[in-house]
């Protein structure tokens, strides 16, 4: 595959039974079904809906969304080129988007109903808040008390970080393994604390992914920052609907709020001052339809770019949003991050473990060394990126 530093790279597929976008539909998908139907007690007709779901999109030519499914997200409605062409054809980020959109369509998410709004990843969701173990989890951040500021903030940078590893969706088919075993391939975090220590941001915005685990550190975070004065207010970006299997939505950062709220020690106390800094405007929440579609970040609606542009820091969260970051595409791994995402507004940082197969950012001898493994190291979410693109 040719791929250049400049212009466009081949976009990745689904097609090749030895790529990763292959499994997730052939592995990942079937597992997630299987899932949903053990988890909520759907109907027959919405039962035989997602097996017929699985079996077009492994092998089948895209069909139209529902004129209700449509009419609630307006990109399923702009007559894309893939409808009517076998799925094998769509690359992998707009075949994946479209996928849990159609998944949402087969239970009726979107018609009038007791299934209408329904989130059918919420089983899922609460069982891993109420994991007896979780508040113990968050015992280190008692033990920052007497750290320094520098300290304190790589590792809760590093938490974020390291709970995008609890990916509910990754979860169905990869074993889990100590996330604090992760190698960073990339460290902007001393450049970060250097550019919001000298001169505190104004507003971060935080374009979260996953709920839970990840969603509890991303919390602890926007904590931080705003009990610093590092951040005048912070901004939680979520979806508008329940999207790939553990995407935080507004009712996850409600219950996620609530559930540390009760812990003792320092995690509890900061749920408690987040939610008074709710009460007073300086933590609020933000979503947008373009969140639930395969876009790319540099081709976002003129007023999602005027929001984000005016925000003094992006933190961008996870897998998902890195591929729409700089692109799902084949780009050589030592692509210059700044480049990748050049069309992207403000000062910026992704925080992401590798999941799937796009990376950039690199420096060659890396690259190299990685790819001379033969392992899988894009994709088994063993390894991690703290990438920042900062502006004076």
Same mark, same amino acid.
Request: overall charge negative; some cysteine.
């Given at each position: 595959?040719?791929?250049?530093?400049?212009?466009? $790279?081949?976009?990745?597929?689904?097609?090749?039974?030895?790529?990763?976008?292959?499994?997730?539909?052939?592995?990942?998908?079937?597992?997630?079904?299987?899932?949903? #139907?053990?988890?909520?007690?759907?109907?027959?007709?919405?039962?035989?809906? !997602?097996?017929?779901?699985?079996?077009?999109?492994?092998?089948?030519?895209?069909?139209?969304?529902?004129?209700? %499914?449509?009419?609630? @997200?307006?990109?399923?409605?702009?007559?894309?080129?893939?409808?009517?062409?076998?799925?094998?054809?769509? +690359?992998?980020?707009?075949? *994946?988007?479209?996928?849990?959109?159609?998944?949402?369509? #087969?239970?009726?998410?979107?018609? +009038?109903?007791?299934?209408?709004?329904?989130?059918?990843?919420?089983?899922?969701?609460?069982?891993?808040?109420?994991?007896?173990?979780?508040?113990?989890?968050?015992?280190?951040?008692?033990?920052?008390?007497?750290?320094? +500021?520098?300290?304190?903030?790589?590792?809760?940078?590093?938490?974020?970080?390291?709970?995008?590893?609890?990916?509910?969706?990754?979860?169905?088919?990869?074993?889990?393994?100590?996330? %604090? &075993?992760?190698?960073? !391939?990339?460290?902007?975090?001393?450049?970060?604390?250097?550019?919001?220590?000298?001169?505190?941001?104004?507003? @971060?915005?935080?374009?979260?992914?996953?709920?839970?685990?990840?969603?509890?550190?991303?919390?602890?975070?926007? &904590?931080?920052?705003?009990?610093?004065?590092?951040?005048?207010?912070?901004?939680?970006?979520?979806?508008?609907?329940?999207?790939? @299997?553990?995407?935080?939505?507004?009712?996850?950062?409600?219950?996620?709020? !609530?559930?540390?709220?009760?812990?003792?020690?320092?995690?509890?106390?900061?749920?408690?001052?987040?939610?008074?800094?709710?009460?007073?405007?300086?933590?609020?929440?933000?979503?947008?339809?373009?969140? #639930?579609?395969?876009?790319?970040?540099?081709?976002?609606?003129?007023?999602?770019?005027? $929001?984000?542009?005016?925000?003094?820091?992006?933190?961008?969260?996870?897998?998902?949003?890195?591929?729409?970051?700089?692109g799902d595409r084949a780009w050589p791994a030592t692509r210059p991050f700044a480049d990748a995402v050049s069309g992207v507004p403000s000062s910026l940082v992704a925080l992401r473990t590798l999941k799937s197969d796009v990376v950039v950012g690199l420096d060659a001898e890396?690259?190299? *060394?990685?790819?001379?493994?033969?392992?899988?190291?894009?994709?088994?979410?063993?390894?991690?990126?703290v990438q920042a693109r900062l502006r004076p």
């Amino acid at each position: 595959m040719t791929t250049s530093t400049s212009g466009t $790279a081949p976009a990745y597929g689904i097609a090749d039974p030895d790529g990763f976008g292959w499994g997730v539909f052939h592995e990942r998908h079937p597992a997630l079904v299987r899932r949903l #139907c053990e988890s909520n007690p759907y109907t027959p007709e919405q039962r035989a809906r !997602l097996d017929a779901l699985l079996e077009e999109s492994r092998s089948g030519t895209v069909r139209s969304p529902a004129p209700e %499914t449509a009419a609630h @997200v307006p990109w399923a409605a702009r007559g894309h080129r893939y409808v009517g062409r076998p799925w094998h054809e769509a +690359p992998f980020l707009w075949a *994946e988007s479209y996928f849990y959109l159609r998944l949402l369509e #087969c239970v009726d998410h979107f018609v +009038p109903g007791p299934w209408q709004g329904v989130d059918p990843f919420a089983p899922m969701k609460a069982a891993e808040l109420a994991d007896p173990g979780l508040e113990a989890e968050t015992a280190w951040r008692d033990g920052l008390a007497d750290a320094s +500021p520098a300290e304190t903030f790589h590792a809760l940078i590093l938490a974020a970080l390291y709970g995008n590893r609890a990916d509910l969706g990754f979860q169905l088919v990869q074993a889990t393994t100590d996330a %604090t &075993d992760l190698p960073l !391939l990339a460290d902007d975090t001393a450049a970060l604390w250097r550019h919001i220590g000298e001169r505190p941001p104004g507003d @971060v915005h935080m374009i979260l992914d996953n709920a839970g685990r990840e969603l509890l550190a991303d919390l602890l975070l926007a &904590d931080h920052l705003l009990a610093t004065g590092r951040a005048d207010a912070v901004v939680l970006h979520v979806k508008p609907l329940p999207y790939y @299997v553990s995407d935080a939505t507004a009712a996850d950062v409600r219950d996620c709020l !609530l559930r540390i709220a009760a812990f003792s020690g320092a995690a509890g106390k900061a749920a408690r001052r987040l939610r008074e800094a709710a009460a007073g405007g300086r933590l609020r929440l933000a979503t947008h339809e373009f969140y #639930c579609s395969p876009s790319t970040f540099d081709e976002m609606p003129a007023d999602l770019r005027a $929001a984000l542009a005016a925000a003094g820091l992006l933190v961008f969260k996870g897998d998902l949003n890195y591929r729409r970051l700089v692109g799902d595409r084949a780009w050589p791994a030592t692509r210059p991050f700044a480049d990748a995402v050049s069309g992207v507004p403000s000062s910026l940082v992704a925080l992401r473990t590798l999941k799937s197969d796009v990376v950039v950012g690199l420096d060659a001898e890396t690259a190299k *060394e990685l790819d001379a493994t033969g392992t899988d190291w894009r994709t088994d979410g063993t390894r991690a990126l703290v990438q920042a693109r900062l502006r004076p």
